[in-house]
């Protein structure tokens, strides 16, 4: 059972257009980071929420964690072939020293 | 500048033959893990050394051991690699664990049984 579920799994989209990217989980959260990969590379951090109803924004990435620390969004306005990866999503739970659990992922396909 | 360092980037081994993948770290950081990445796939946690503290993920198979022999090191044995081993395996690091410690990737060791 996947702890952290992400939907869509797969986007194809046309540039300039917006897209939204959700992370849902059962359990409650004490943060939530949301990570992009390229092929061949590794996980690169793009944000960490915290705090229940945070809003953060980065450029054209806006991330929001949910009030109940259970869910996350990610909303990326006029997408950009540069956009293209894989989305992650990762919590760490309230339960000491657990390491992160990572989503599902989105990959997203930004076309030109 | 690479900080999280995997080697080799590729590697082959056949079915059976134990094979060992490395990672080192210049961030000295407390916390590395290692993952498995499987095509297309999130990345699932195999375990974690916090320090010299090993803590192994429930279902990660017996098959893969780890060693931290220095801050700076970590290892992935897998003993008896079968087929359905084939995967990305990702090293992480984090300065400890929570909030304020994000995860530093390296890019990956692609494992191939054949």
């Known amino acids: 059972t996947q702890l952290l579920e992400q939907s869509p799994q797969f986007l194809s989209i046309q540039e300039g257009e917006n897209l939204t990217v959700y992370c849902n989980s059962s359990?409650?959260?004490?943060?939530l980071q949301w990570y992009r990969q390229e092929p061949g590379e590794g996980p690169v951090l793009l944000v960490t929420?915290?705090?229940?109803?945070e809003v953060k924004k980065l450029k054209r990435l806006t991330f929001q964690f949910g009030d109940a620390r259970k869910d996350s969004s990610l909303h990326i306005t006029a997408a950009q072939p540069g956009d293209t990866g894989l989305y992650l999503c990762?919590?760490?739970?309230?339960?000491?020293?657990?390491?992160?659990?990572f989503g599902s992922g989105t990959r997203l396909q930004v076309q030109p | 500048d690479a900080m999280v360092i995997q080697n080799p980037r590729y590697q082959v081994t056949q079915f059976g033959k134990p094979v060992t993948l490395s990672c080192s770290q210049t961030?000295?950081?407390?916390?590395m893990y290692w993952y498995q990445q499987k095509s297309s796939q999130a990345p699932k946690l195999l375990f974690h050394?916090?320090?010299?503290?090993?803590?192994n993920e429930a279902d990660t198979p017996d098959n893969f051991q780890s060693r931290r022999p220095n801050t700076s090191f970590c290892f992935l044995d897998i003993r008896s690699p079968g087929l359905g081993d084939a995967a990305m395996y990702l090293c992480?690091?984090?300065?400890?664990?929570?909030?304020?410690?994000?995860?530093?990737f390296g890019n990956g060791t692609r494992l191939t049984v054949t």
């Open positions: 359990s409650v959260f004490s943060s």
């Open positions: 990762a919590g760490e739970r309230d339960t000491g020293r657990r390491a992160l659990t």
């Open positions: 992480a690091t984090s300065r400890k664990t929570g909030v304020n410690s994000p995860l530093h």
């Open positions: 929420v915290v705090t229940g109803g």
């Open positions: 961030l000295n950081h407390n916390v």
């Open positions: 050394y916090y320090d010299k503290d090993f803590n």
